[in-house]
């Protein structure tokens, strides 16, 4: 009876399962291009930079970082982990990186995908695409993935300015021109890997689904900003897959993505919320533990609707490239603007990390948070080294709370959701204290 409590303490929206289907599509997809003898590679989440182009090439795309996301849901991840550290890599090395090396070694020594591997598994790929952006371990796995796999490897770069070199003369067009150079190189490195020439007009024609697909995915997330908010960031982290890791049909995922819009406007219009008692809105930063997604539900059950979270993971700020007529150009303009997206408001405020901390001050006040849950992670400096600005800056400038939940993405040995859940009690008399202060000095919420 407590399950079943706890499974509708969130009310998930309807078209939701749908985009939750396409998870399993691509990896089963991807085990059919192999078996077809299709082109397939292993990705790492670049922020649309290379996935058009991977696409318009006909090749179908794994993504090793959501491959262990599932692990982690999924419960199998802890064999991979060890196996990693037994491999001589580092325990505190990124969660994501120690799975992917122990599925590959154990995938080596089998010669096939291991049976307890999710969603039918990753097949091996005839190529690995590493990116530059945001940790140097990104990379550096795929590169020592080269013990086990005897495939060639490409690393996309983006630039990554702080904020007031951002806004120095001509810097941003610069950056641009470096990522278009970057993407040619790219281009020529696959149509040498495998003898075919790109589809120019395949390419600008994804580029622009891609583009598309986003522009409603903000404008669903948007729809959050309401009171109560009608979609708790456990149904983001699921309906996130299909635009951060794009594959097959993107018309059909333009479709899912408009459908969820719909569904979503419909409960603002008549006010439900994702949970029935909307006591606190919360924002969530950065990466979730995805091995013990349950807490939420119980955290649901005490009032908390999660409304917004995890920056990286939302699509960037509409601008407008109907003039850009250069395809690369137009990919290029549109994953600069994710990460610098926030910068010009982060100027203006004099909050330098403007693309890494300052997302969550907008975050809080447009959302109008009580609390913030931050996930330190043992083995990710990116997504930690931050937290603490956050947590000070969003006391200093909203009087709003934040609580910190050490943990992990994958390692389970490593988050106690038994003690998260013992604080968040404490916690809730902290943000109810600070709702008072906020109502006493003038705060629009």
């Given amino acids: 009876m407590a399950d079943e409590k706890k499974k509708k303490a969130i009310s998930r929206p309807k078209a939701m399962y749908p985009l939750r289907a396409r998870i399993d599509e691509v990896y089963q997809n991807s085990i059919k291009a192999v078996q077809a003898g299709k082109p397939t590679g292993w990705c790492m989440v670049n922020w649309w930079e290379a996935d058009p182009i991977i696409m318009a090439m006909g090749i179908e795309a794994v993504y090793p970082e ?58 091996k790929p005839l190529f690995l695409l590493g990116s530059g952006a945001l940790c140097d371990t990104r990379f550096k796995w795929f590169q020592a993935l080269g013990r086990y796999l005897d495939v060639p490897m490409w690393t996309v770069e ?22 278009v150079k970057e993407l040619r190189g790219f281009i020529g490195f696959l149509e040498r890997l495998f003898g075919k020439k790109l589809d120019w007009a395949k390419l600008e024609e994804i580029s622009n689904d891609i583009i598309e697909m986003n522009r409603i995915w903000h404008e669903t997330n948007e729809l959050r900003k309401a009171r109560p908010s009608p979609m708790h960031s456990r149904d983001f ?5 299909g635009c951060l890791y794009p594959a097959g049909d993107l018309k059909v995922l333009i479709k899912l993505y408009n459908d969820l819009y719909i569904e979503l406007k419909e409960r603002v219009d008549k006010k439900i919320g994702a949970i029935e008692n909307e006591k606190y809105r919360m924002t969530f930063a950065e990466l979730p533990p995805w091995h013990s997604l349950n807490i939420f539900d119980t955290l649901a059950e005490r009032g908390w609707n999660f ?12 601008i407008d490239l109907s003039k850009v007529s250069d395809p690369l150009e137009r990919i290029a303009r549109f994953t600069y603007q994710w990460l610098s997206g926030y910068y010009q408001n982060a100027m203006k405020a004099k909050e330098w990390w403007g693309f890494f901390a300052y997302p969550y001050m907008d975050f809080v006040k447009d959302y109008q948070c009580d609390g913030a849950l931050l996930h330190p992670l043992i083995t990710c400096r990116t997504a930690t080294n931050h937290l603490y600005l956050i947590q000070d800056r969003l006391m200093q400038t909203m009087k709003v709370p934040s609580m910190i939940a050490e943990g992990d993405i994958v390692d389970l040995k490593l988050f ?10 404490t916690f809730e008399e902290s943000m109810d204290h600070y709702k008072e202060i906020r109502r006493k000095e003038g705060f629009e919420w």
């Fill in 307 to 318: 409304v917004v979270e995890s920056w990286a993971y939302h699509p960037p700020k509409p």
């Fill in 237 to 241: 982290w699921t309906c996130m897959t």
């Fill in 66 to 123: 959501n491959y262990g996301a599932v692990c982690a849901a999924k419960g199998v991840a802890q064999k991979y982990l060890e196996r990693s550290d037994s491999e001589g890599f580092p325990s505190h090395m990124c969660g994501y990186a120690r799975n992917t090396i122990g599925y590959t070694a154990r995938m080596n020594d089998l010669g096939r995908i291991p049976e307890e591997a999710p969603m039918g598994g990753m097949p």
């Fill in 158 to 179: 983006m630039p990554q300015p702080g904020v007031r070199e951002e806004m120095m003369p001509g810097a941003h067009d610069r950056n641009i021109k470096f990522m």
């Fill in 416 to 425: 106690d959701a038994v003690d998260v859940l013992r604080r968040a009690e």
